[in-house]
């Protein structure tokens, strides 16, 4: 079955600085992996996601996503950081019939 | 617009009491999925259904039911059994699998027992 870590569940940058979310995941076969952000009181909306192909993926808001197979990871960053930006992220893999979820990162963003 | 609809956005239960949540999409999706989001603990699957009138339990269904009579209806209800109900629920749509869509999300409804 498919697993997620994501490291650190709180991270702190200041506001212009470099944004990297750590994430590492387990599957049995070639995994759909997923980014979602959160706001307060809010659902997830979907950052970006891997599927197949190139293994750089851009998503919305400036964010990008590099899938690792040798290292099983799927790291998110940001190179400049906005204030824009503090919100919980979250990252999932999804393998047959099942999505599975991080515990999730909370980044804080200082000005 | 097409997307998901969650109700209540806030809601007080009494003890022993039954809750429904309602959980309407008009995206046409195939599957829909209730989760539950406690804090530091990421995303719990309580049920989901991949077409009407069937539906599998998830990772921590006891305590909780749900329906699935329309395509586009999905309500869950929380009941007397379910002892720690406090939460955050949220609701997730998606085409049928493989899920490389990923999942679009409602806006959550946030029980409380009073």
């Known amino acids: 079955a498919q697993s997620v870590t994501q490291l650190g569940s709180h991270v702190s940058v200041s506001e212009g600085a470099l944004v990297l979310l750590r994430c590492n995941y387990s599957s049995s076969v070639p995994p759909y992996l997923f980014w979602y952000v959160q706001y307060p009181n809010q659902g997830l909306q979907l950052l970006l996601k891997y599927t197949t192909g190139a293994t750089l993926v851009k998503g919305i808001n400036g964010f990008e996503a590099e899938f690792k197979k040798s290292e099983t990871s799927f790291h998110l960053t940001k190179p400049s950081a906005h204030m824009s930006d503090a919100a919980e992220y979250f990252c999932?893999?999804?393998?047959?019939?099942?999505?599975?979820f991080g515990a999730g990162t909370r980044l804080t963003v200082k000005p | 617009d097409g997307g998901i609809t969650q109700s209540p956005k806030y809601l007080f239960r009494k003890e022993g009491q039954n809750v429904t949540l309602s959980c309407e999409q008009n995206?046409?999706?195939?599957?829909m999925y209730w989760y539950r989001q406690d804090p530091g603990q990421g995303l719990r699957l309580i049920y989901y259904?991949?077409?009407?009138?069937?539906?599998q339990k998830g990772d921590i269904a006891e305590g909780y039911s749900v329906s699935r009579e329309k395509k586009e209806s999905f309500p869950l209800t929380v009941t007397s059994a379910q002892k720690n109900p406090t939460a955050f629920y949220l609701c997730?749509?998606?085409?049928?699998?493989?899920?490389?869509?990923?999942?679009?999300f409602g806006s959550g409804t946030r029980l409380t027992v009073v």
């Open positions: 997730a749509s998606s085409m049928d699998h493989p899920r490389a869509d990923g999942y679009t």
């Open positions: 259904s991949q077409i009407v009138n069937d539906f």
């Open positions: 995206l046409n999706h195939d599957a």
């Open positions: 999932a893999v999804s393998e047959d019939n099942d999505m599975r």
